[in-house]
RNA sequence: GGCCGGAUAGCUCAAUGGUAGAGCAGUUGACUUUUAAUCAAUUGGUUCGGGGUUCGAGUCCCCGUCCGGCCA
């Protein structure tokens, strides 16, 4: 091994240059993917460790991926990401040797997973710094890390390579990081109140629970075609029939439908069941629920846009009835009593493309309070009494046979979370279901309506998109920007 | 599905229709407390694909692919 290998010959291709490092690394004798390392602390474990005015604190050993690297002759400033963060640590010839020559200057690159032992000390900038006594190359990395300083800013490649993204971008990092917390908040705050978690079945033959386009599939074994939930719901009333009176899921729902920043063809949504409760127990349910993940994962319940305004979740939260906010955007006190061609012409004059011909009378109020109320509900707003043409599974109100006893929770100009007062009522529920079916009577849900006509207790109900909650709660842009994988076409070249 | 914008070195981005460049990364060297380290030298291009206009196309035109935004 005498003849000097000839890394300027290859050096414009990045992956070659890497590839006979680890030739070398293996002609010496060394494994570059060596298993054992024993960590004993994380990034986030060390300012604490060496107090201020303490001049060298414990011996740690830390693991991660070499995020930065800076020579100066015979030491070394390197900084490597592990779960918690970045930790800086000092290489020197005088502590390694001829190591630090040989090996360390000549075979490590910025991507590397390293494995590295020292005491801490404090740098003259005051940074905590493991002083490296000992180190070891854990993994090679054998393809350059994006750029350091602009990260990685190509939106596909951000989603297609996710795992680069994390590295270099730490905002995404922080944001996903948050949405797992937010999930593990709202896990712990429903198990304090006694719900039971459960998982029901992602594969239906009836894709119900909500008005959506399913995807759909085949089971071989069985012969017979399914669909992917578009719903949590109709098997978690099941399961309060079977008396487990407080139950949520928090699972992965498939919608056939669009692709935008604020849709994802698979989503996650919560749905929370309480027996004995309502809606109006769902508000302070939700209410908690959300106001705890915020304090938990973000440490606040004020949430500051892009455009300066700031979310207010704290306290108690704005309600307001469904007729009200259309009568108060319309300008109309006799819209519900106007007819279709009459709300279409108002549609035209307040500015809305034209509702298309097939639609119901309610469709078109509905464009009304989709398109130019509900993305002005900036703060946290309950908005009640919705016309029951648009929620066939929740209960009429009483004393007003038009709109049924359920809540949109509005916050940042979407839609976050629904509730209702759950249909109990096994023949309402078949009518609802039959108008809502049409044509496609086969939609129906008959095994469910056989489980409501066992009994259903009275019970709140309540749905919350996560994505869209992390969406709020992190101040994405994008729906995608808080799934670590987002849906995308196969890539045409891999 | 419609309209608009984009695709150039591993990454981030430049380039009146006239020799394809910079920073970072890489390579070689100097440097024992750096913080986007610094300094010197240097490698690296099917300008997304195909066609057209032109003496000459990364640039203009057409078709296609992919991505993003707005709308449906």
């Excluded at 290859?10 to 293996?26: F, P, T, W």
């Excluded at 033959?205 to 719903?231: E, K, M």
Aim: charged residues 30%.
């Amino acid at each position: 091994m005498s003849e000097k290998p000839d890394l300027n010959a290859i050096s414009h291709d990045l992956r070659a240059v890497r590839l006979e490092k680890l030739a070398q690394l293996r002609a010496a004798g060394e494994d570059p993917f060596r298993a054992e390392w024993d960590q004993t602390h994380v990034a986030a474990d060390c300012p604490s460790l060496l107090p201020e005015g303490v001049e060298e604190g414990p011996e740690v050993s830390v693991a991660g991926r070499i995020v930065a690297l800076r020579v100066m002759g015979k030491a070394s400033f390197v900084k490597v990401l592990d779960r918690s963060g970045v930790q800086q640590c000092y290489f020197t010839r005088d502590a390694l040797g001829d190591r630090y020559d040989a090996h360390f200057k000549k075979l490590l690159d910025l991507g590397d997973f390293v494995g590295v032992r020292g005491r801490l000390f404090r740098t003259k900038t005051g940074e905590v710094t493991v002083r490296v006594t000992e180190y070891r190359l854990l993994a090679k990395a054998l393809r350059p890390l994006p750029e350091k300083w602009a990260g990685l800013a190509d939106q596909d490649q951000v989603y297609r390579q996710r795992y680069l993204d994390l590295v270099v971008n730490e905002e995404s990092r922080r944001r996903l990081m948050a949405r797992s917390r937010i999930i593990e908040s709202i896990r712990r705050f429903l198990w304090s109140r006694g719900f039971l978690e459960v998982e029901t079945p992602a594969l239906h033959s009836v894709a119900g629970g909500a008005a959506a386009r399913p995807f759909q599939t085949h089971f071989n074994a069985l012969d017979c075609d399914f669909n992917l939930r578009i719903a949590l719901e109709l098997h978690l009333k099941r399961c309060l029939v079977g008396g487990l009176d407080r139950v949520f899921e928090i699972g992965r729902v498939f919608r056939n439908e669009g692709y935008s920043p604020r849709h994802s063809p698979e989503f996650t949504m919560l749905e929370a069941y309480q027996a004995y409760s309502d809606y109006r127990g769902m508000m302070e349910l939700v209410r908690s629920l959300i106001q705890t993940a915020a304090r938990e994962a973000l440490g606040t319940t004020s949430i500051a846009r892009h455009d300066g305004t700031v979310i207010e979740l704290g306290g108690e939260w704005r309600e307001a009835k469904y007729k009200d906010l259309i009568l108060e955007r319309t300008g109309d006190p006799q819209w519900f009593s106007r007819t279709k061609e009459e709300k279409i012409a108002a549609c035209r004059v307040l500015g809305l493309e034209e509702p298309r011909a097939d639609w119901e009378d309610y469709e078109v109020t509905n464009e009304v309070f989709g398109k130019l109320i509900e993305p002005t509900l900036i703060q946290p707003t309950f908005v009640t009494h919705v016309p029951k043409e648009l929620c066939p599974l929740a209960k009429i109100t009483r004393g007003d046979a038009t709109t049924i006893d359920v809540f949109e929770l509005c916050i940042n100009g979407q839609e976050i979370a629904p509730a209702y007062s759950e249909q109990n009522d096994p023949g309402v529920q078949r009518e609802m279901f039959q108008i809502q079916a049409g044509a496609e009577q086969h939609k129906v849900d008959e095994d469910f309506l056989l489980a409501l006509e066992h009994g259903m207790p009275p019970a709140g109900g309540l749905g919350v998109g996560i994505d869209r909650l992390a969406v709020l709660l992190t101040g994405a842009a994008n729906i995608r920007d808080v799934i670590l994988f987002p849906t995308l076409r196969p890539s045409a070249n891999p």
